[in-house]
């Protein structure tokens, strides 16, 4: 996780609170803790599980420190209380990382997409090919596309039929051994 997207967390939290902290009587106790577990939600569709994390543990101790009775203090003296924070942190943590394992899916899914539409290309173009030249140029043409390789060689069919010949490898033979004193 990088500085920036930690930095982008602590701004998400930070400022929730103190959007809400003027509406805290109007607003319910458990509505706070849902917005705080929607603002994890959309950090981590953004941003992944890092940050995601960060905003739920964050978020979990200004809900107890600035919501829960008593106001500014992390001495909750209520189970109830005790037992909506840590709920609301451990929603907001599984909430967190399924999104960005959806995110994850999302953008491999993506990945996927691009290379069976450049595979659906090539083999299109590939049935037209009429000529060996053409499918040189076509596959060069993918190579290049698909692989972003720069510079590609096709070789013929009968360059592969007989092994290249071996050179004399004379930095690693072992000496026999009536040659060593």
């Known amino acids: 996780m990088t500085l920036h997207k930690l930095l982008l967390a602590i701004l998400v939290s ?3 609170t103190l959007l809400m902290l003027p ?11 849902l917005l705080y577990v929607l603002a994890v939600v959309v950090v981590g569709s953004y941003y992944g599980r890092g940050p995601a994390i960060a905003t739920a543990l964050l978020s979990a101790l200004l809900y107890a420190h600035v919501f829960v009775p ?21 929603v907001a943590l599984l909430v967190g990382h399924l999104t960005a394992s959806l995110k994850g899916q999302a953008e491999q899914m993506q990945v996927r997409e691009t290379q069976t539409h ?3 290309d090539l083999a299109r173009h590939l049935s037209v090919a009429q000529k060996p030249t053409e499918v040189e140029e076509i596959a060069s043409r993918f190579l290049r596309t698909a692989l972003q390789a720069e ?10 039929a007989a ?16 040659a060593i004193p």
């Open 14 to 16: 930070v400022g929730l």
């Open 23 to 33: 509406l805290q009587e109007a607003i319910d106790l458990s509505n706070t803790a």
């Open 70 to 90: 008593p106001l500014f203090s992390l001495a909750i003296t209520e189970v109830q209380y005790l037992l909506a924070a840590v709920v609301m942190l451990v």
């Open 118 to 120: 450049a595979l659906y």
């Open 151 to 160: 510079h590609t060689r096709i070789l013929p069919e009968s360059a592969l």
């Open 163 to 178: 092994p290249p010949a071996r050179s004399p490898q004379r930095c690693c033979s072992r000496p026999s051994p009536a």
